[in-house]
């Protein structure tokens, strides 16, 4: 039961990770090209390439360990995206209007799956995890992400997975002063007597938009606005 509840919080936590972080990467209709020299993208203009993307991510963070390598690219040949729309769709929804309820952009957009992008995993012998993505996105997107909301109907809802439901209940938090603007969003999952929490924040930077999700049975917003300011700090020093 606690790994199936762990793997449906994961599902979620991805969907976080995607909408939050890369949904409607093109809404500005940038054009992509691709650079020869890396076999990175890059969009056209001063955005980064996928590669300074990977080297900008959180080295390691405090008490964790990196799972697995560093994914970077395109955003739609990204194993972590692959697997995540695999997974997806494992999973129904009692509200499939809320497919996107935990990145706030149901309807949104359609995904720019040529943007560069960058996504590290960690882990804890606690069982939290830690997952960061690095996109790079015109500011007028970025913002967008911010500032979406998740939909007052959206606020509860069920997903089943392997023919077991779970429940889910969102909880959107003031924005926090991080970057150039943030918004932070809590999912609480419940399957029988199981239990386990998520917590991702959204960040705009400079070109690029951050996302770092936290997932364990006792997870907070604090340490997951703590993780994202410091995966903040991180990309400023590094990116250009």
């Known amino acids: ?13 991805a969907a976080a990770a995607c909408a939050g972080a ?10 992509t090209q691709q650079v020869k020299s890396t076999g990175r993208a890059a969009l056209a203009g001063t955005a980064y390439t996928s590669a300074q993307l990977q080297q900008a991510l959180l080295a390691q963070p405090a008490g964790y360990k990196r799972v ?7 955003y739609g ?14 999973v129904t929804l009692d509200k499939p209007d809320c497919a996107g309820a935990a990145g706030g952009t149901p309807g949104g957009k359609a995904l720019d799956k040529t943007a560069p992008a960058a996504i590290a ?3 804890k012998s606690s ?16 913002e967008q992400h911010v500032k979406a909301k998740v939909p007052a109907a959206c606020g509860t809802f069920k997903t089943k997975v392997g023919g077991k439901w779970s429940e889910h209940r969102v909880v959107e ?28 924040v959204v960040v705009q930077g400079r070109r690029y938009l951050a996302t770092v999700s936290l997932i364990g049975p006792n997870v907070t917003r604090a340490e997951a606005e703590q993780i994202a300011r410091q995966a903040d700090a991180q990309a400023r020093r590094v990116l250009p």
């Open 68 to 74: 697995g390598e560093v994914d970077a690219g395109e």
């Open 22 to 31: 890369c949904g409607g990467g093109g809404a500005d209709g940038a054009k």
């Open 77 to 90: 040949a990204l194993k972590a995206v692959q697997n995540f729309e695999q997974l997806h769709r494992q």
């Open 121 to 123: 995993t960690y882990g």
């Open 127 to 142: 069982g939290q995890t830690i997952t960061e993505t690095l996109m790079s996105m015109p500011a007028e997107a970025a």
């Open 173 to 200: 938090s003031p924005s926090a002063a991080i970057g150039d603007g943030s918004r932070t969003v809590g999912i609480s999952t419940r399957s029988g007597a199981s239990r386990v929490k998520t917590w991702y």
């Open 1 to 13: 039961m606690a790994h199936r509840l762990v793997r449906t919080a994961m599902i979620m936590t």
